[in-house]
């Protein structure tokens, strides 16, 4: 099978769909994934092929997108700022650099919900989906819901609809997280010789979409910290870019450190909610705190909160460091909070949500070939 792969979001989105493109890859299937030119490395490194789409805007612009769109404190205008400045203006040359490709693609595979035709019929496609609806009743704008296309949810049924309120044609995976083999064993030298120093730390990394004051933010993480006696480490990622070191000698900052290793040292971990990074802390069986970013994250901790998962949902913008120490101190001592995030570990850990995604789409092919 030939599958081409769409994405033009963030550093988080391309990682899922790396995920995926590994996993298919993994069971003999030809991938290409077609994304923004900046993203050719990591596409490569994957061992994947890649395709360049959409204009040649340099990462820079999509972080001043994001940047722009984090001025907004309404999560869901946050959202559509996003789409604006720099989805919307990526799709159609990215459909005009990938329609050559469909003469010999077998399936399609995107989160915007695109479907594309080959002459007169749609091409088999997988229509992802990674972020939780604000209510059910709005499932019919998560996908198209034709037989060509196979509805595709990265997440766990149990955690995002234990009622079983979703339709039946979503097929649900359970998260793609990197396998085994994939994952480092252990985080750098100087991660490893902070950790060694002390007792274990509050992990911040607040994703891919960046924050209009990060100043302000990390004075914030700072006098929390401060507050509740706690040492952290901070992972600048796109968010928190422009902080400069040192910020305090119980912090560490690093631009970026492997995610599962790093957070099974942590005693808890704040982030923003992004389906990569909260997958990786319930399967480090830690507890979170959320600061959402976008209107879905906030969904998803509303979801943490309801299943003992998270210690608390605070807005970025109106961010208080008394508030942040607060939750803090619960994430860290609270015995049902832990207790709740180590049964959730043993859960998704005997879950393999990328290899379970990859049989669906190998099956959703074979049965419109059948027919």
């Known amino acids: 099978m030939r599958a081409l792969i769409l994405t033009l979001g963030t550093r988080g989105d391309l990682e899922l769909f790396l995920i995926l493109g590994r996993a298919l890859a993994a069971r003999g299937h030809e991938v290409t994934v077609a994304s923004s030119p900046f993203n050719a490395a990591a596409v490569e490194r994957a061992g994947l092929q890649f395709a360049a789409v959409g204009n040649a805007g340099a990462r820079e612009q999509l972080v001043a997108a994001l940047r722009e769109a984090g001025r907004s404190t309404d999560l869901v205008e946050r959202t559509r700022a996003f789409y604006e400045t720099w989805l919307r203006p990526q799709l159609g040359p990215a459909i005009q650099a990938i329609a050559p490709l469909t003469t010999r693609t077998d399936v399609f595979i995107n ?85 060694a120093t002390g007792p274990a730390p509050v992990v911040f990394t607040l994703g891919s979409m960046a924050f209009a004051d990060p100043r302000s933010v990390s004075k914030c993480i700072v006098e929390a910290l401060a507050l509740s006696g706690r040492r952290g480490i901070l992972v600048r990622g796109w968010s928190l870019g422009e902080i400069d070191e040192p910020l305090s000698p119980n912090i560490l900052v690093v631009d970026e450190a492997p995610y599962e290793p790093l957070f099974a040292r942590a005693a808890a971990v704040v982030h923003h909610g992004g389906v990569g990074t909260l997958a990786a802390v319930l399967r480090a069986g830690k507890p979170s705190i959320i600061l959402p970013q976008v209107a879905c994250q906030r969904v998803f901790g509303e979801i943490l909160l309801r299943e003992r998962l998270a210690a608390g949902v605070l807005d970025p913008s109106s961010l208080t460091p008394e508030a942040l120490a607060n939750c803090i101190a619960m994430a860290t001592t609270d015995a049902a909070l832990a207790a709740s995030a180590l049964n959730w570990r043993e859960r998704l850990l005997r879950e393999d949500g990328a290899a379970r995604a990859a049989e669906l789409i190998e099956a959703h092919g074979e049965g419109l070939r059948h027919d």
């Open 111 to 195: 989160n915007l919900k695109l479907v594309l035709r080959r002459g007169e019929n749609v091409l088999p496609g997988v229509s992802v989906t990674y972020d939780p609806p604000h209510k059910v009743e709005d499932l019919p704008r998560f996908g198209p819901q034709r037989a060509e296309v196979l509805d595709l949810v990265a997440m766990p049924q149990a955690l995002i609809d234990p009622e079983r309120r979703w339709d039946v044609h979503y097929h649900f995976s359970g998260f793609w997280s990197p396998s085994d083999r994939e994952v480092e064993d252990s985080p750098p030298p100087r991660v490893l010789e902070f950790l």
